[in-house]
């Protein structure tokens, strides 16, 4: 067995290399010239196979030394980027992690009886047959054998009034094939400057190369036609083809360069920074004290001494305390694009699986979540991504019927608004038709018809989550079962979070997801209810005020209140909570009501009094408990008792 450190750091590193590998290749499908991006993808695999060869992973070591020797060649412009190219990569990529997960299974020994000579044969067959491949394309290349950066250097030699040449020529001499190619070298020299060959100088000169045609670039005062009239004069040469290359068409090429560079999604290789790796488990443990110094604070504020050292220690105490919160907050926080950075592949392998053209968006990567809510957050995602593509996005065919473009688009947007982080997976697909929901949900019994006239088509479309529930015509590998929505609402709910969808049939859908910023500290405005405190999360507060009894009026029975010309619904607190004999009887005639907000929906919750708004530590209630209407979890307040959290999303429901 390994040792565990080292064991620990390899599979460390080892998923930001495969990570930066699959952000790489992707790119590199869409921008081919890209060397910046070659050169990070190369770097990768390089440093990759080092890890490997260190750790004694012979299979490893062969397979990732080979797709090395791969992504080199298309440094040196030897190997074309294509599809297969991109998918000989793509593939090697999943053997690599699989290789990665079998070493882990095995606790650090790579498991023997794992064949990879299959396909380490495939990469060096596809090497041979590109390499074959571009030779016989030489001869009519044009600007295409030459890299972004030789186009710049040709531009940069190039004198006025000079020409930039591409010559293709075959020599007939079977026998000194070498020494035919190396005169036309010379002859070129005579005539002007000599920059590149196809094969190489030092092949032709050591006769290192197959075949008998050679592509040149050059340059040269002289028109074209002496140009081929003093070529022709060497025995045993025919020229192929003869091309003047215009300056504006290497300038073109290198505007797009420039562009590339400065694309929305570039891959970032790895560079020396004072940053360390901390185990997850030690930052919970570190938020944990954390919260336990806020509580204690918290009593101390409580405890009310107006001694001169006490009341100058407090401010201190509060100040440090919550510089301490906001620094491990700070830690804990990480890029949702980790997370995004896993989805574009899965993007791809699907659309081309299904046949599907899908131009696949991401915006907001940089915006930061508490890595516990991160690492749970995939799952949900990866589904809803997955929705998109089978339910949402139509094949090429029916989209052109329908008068849209052939090309789906999907988007996965994260932002910040207030404190909460927004998720958004849409698209510009199918949609959802409301009314097929709507009768599905009457024919499974989840609703009458009489409810169902009654509801608004957001609450239609919210069956989606329920359990089972799926309008499929047929059940695919992908989705269709009704097995998973019901699932995503789940994770998200225990996050703490809230998800809503909105469609509109024949023109796509918009499923949002809305999180806070962290699960183990927040604000809170506590109230009373029946001589008991409790906490309602700030963010989910709209607004407080007071109410006499006179100001509710009955909409369908039901009590509202009218607030700047908005129809809000009146509960009350002690009524939810268990008390059915609640009334609104007051002696002083006035309410305290607070205004719940939950996504675009509004609420006033009557409650006993108003207390304050003080920073609490969210406990969960345990397992026994975590089901419990009403109450998402529980803090300790200033004088040591509990006090139980409301859960706004029931509420409002």
């Known amino acids: 067995m390994q040792d565990n450190n080292y064991l620990d750091l390899f599979f460390d590193e080892t998923k930001e290399y495969v990570e930066i590998l699959n952000n790489g ?66 593939q090697g990529l999943d053997n690599i992690q699989f290789l990665v997960e079998k070493i882990r299974e095995n606790e650090g020994e790579e498991p023997a009886g794992i064949d990879m000579e299959g396909f380490i044969e495939e990469i060096s067959n596809f090497t041979s047959d590109q390499k074959s491949a571009k ?167 409580s405890l009310d001494i107006e001694r001169g050292k006490f009341t100058e220690i407090i401010p201190q105490l509060d100040r440090v305390t919550m510089e301490l919160h906001h620094i491990v907050m700070q830690i804990r926080m990480v890029p949702v694009g980790v997370m995004f950075s896993r989805f574009p592949r899965m993007i791809r392998d699907l659309s081309q699986k299904m046949g599907k053209e899908i131009n696949f968006v991401m915006e907001g990567q940089e915006t930061e979540l508490d890595r516990s809510i991160i690492d749970e957050l995939s799952d949900p995602l990866t589904h809803l991504l997955r929705n998109a593509i089978d339910h949402g996005i139509e094949t090429p065919e029916e989209r052109k019927q329908k008068g849209k473009t052939e090309e789906g688009k999907i988007e996965l947007k994260a932002y910040q608004k207030g404190s909460e982080i927004m998720i958004e997976v849409k698209d510009d ?70 998800i809503s969808i909105d469609s509109e049939f024949g023109e796509g859908s918009n499923f949002v997801i809305s999180l806070p910023l962290t699960l183990a500290i927040t604000q809170a405005l506590m109230v009373n209810i029946t001589d008991d405190i409790f906490a309602i999360p700030l963010n989910s507060v709209s607004e407080t005020l007071m109410i006499n009894e006179e100001n509710i009026k009955k909409v369908r029975g039901k009590d509202v209140i009218v607030l700047r010309d908005n129809t809000i619904p009146l509960v009350s607190a002690d009524k939810i909570l268990g008390n059915e004999n609640s009334s609104y009887v007051s002696d002083s005639k006035d309410l305290s009501v607070v205004i719940l907000k939950s996504g675009d929906r509004r609420i006033g919750l009557i409650v006993d009094e108003l207390l304050n708004q003080q920073e609490i530590v969210i406990k969960s209630l345990g397992s026994y408990l975590q089901d419990t209407e009403y109450i998402s979890g529980a803090t300790i307040i200033g004088d040591g008792d509990v006090a139980l959290i409301i859960d706004v999303r029931d509420i409002v429901a």
């Open 429 to 498: 697909g199918a949609g959802i038709d409301a009314d097929k929901i709507g009768k599905k949900a009457v024919e499974r019994g989840i609703v009458s018809e009489e409810e169902l006239e009654q509801m608004d088509k957001r609450d239609i479309l919210d069956f989606v989550f329920h359990p089972g529930f799926s309008t499929a015509e047929e059940v695919t590998d992908v989705s269709g079962r009704g097995v998973g929505m019901d699932i995503v609402r789940n994770v998200v709910k225990k996050l703490d979070g809230q």
């Open 135 to 301: 030779k016989e394309d030489n001869s009519e290349s044009g600007s295409a054998g030459l890299s972004a950066e030789e186009k710049s250097d040709l531009l940069k030699k190039k004198k006025e009034k000079e020409r930039v040449y591409q010559l293709s020529v075959e020599v007939d001499d079977a026998d000194f094939i070498s020494v035919r190619a190396f005169m036309v070298i010379k002859k070129i020299e005579e005539m002007g400057t000599f920059f590149k060959s196809e094969p190489s100088r030092d092949e032709i000169e050591n006769s290192q190369f197959e075949g008998n045609k050679i592509n040149i670039y050059f340059l040269s005062w002289l028109p074209s036609e002496e140009v081929k009239v003093e070529i022709e004069d060497i025995s045993n040469i025919k020229i192929m083809n003869i091309n003047e290359l215009e300056s504006s068409e290497l300038e073109s090429v290198q505007e797009e360069k420039k562009e590339s560079l400065h694309a929305e999604h570039k891959v970032n290789s790895f560079q020396s920074s004072s940053t360390v790796r901390v185990d997850i488990s030690k930052l919970d443990k570190l938020m944990n004290m954390v919260g336990e110094l806020l509580i204690n604070k918290t009593r101390l504020q």
């Open 25 to 90: 290749i992707l790119t590199l499908e869409n921008n081919p010239d890209d060397k910046e991006t070659i050169d990070a993808v190369f770097r990768a695999a390089h440093s990759l196979k080092g890890m490997a060869a260190t750790m004694g992973f012979e299979n490893l070591t062969e397979l990732t030394h080979k797709m090395e020797n791969m992504l080199d060649r298309v440094r040196d412009g030897k190997l074309s980027v294509t599809t297969g190219f991109i998918d000989l990569l793509l």
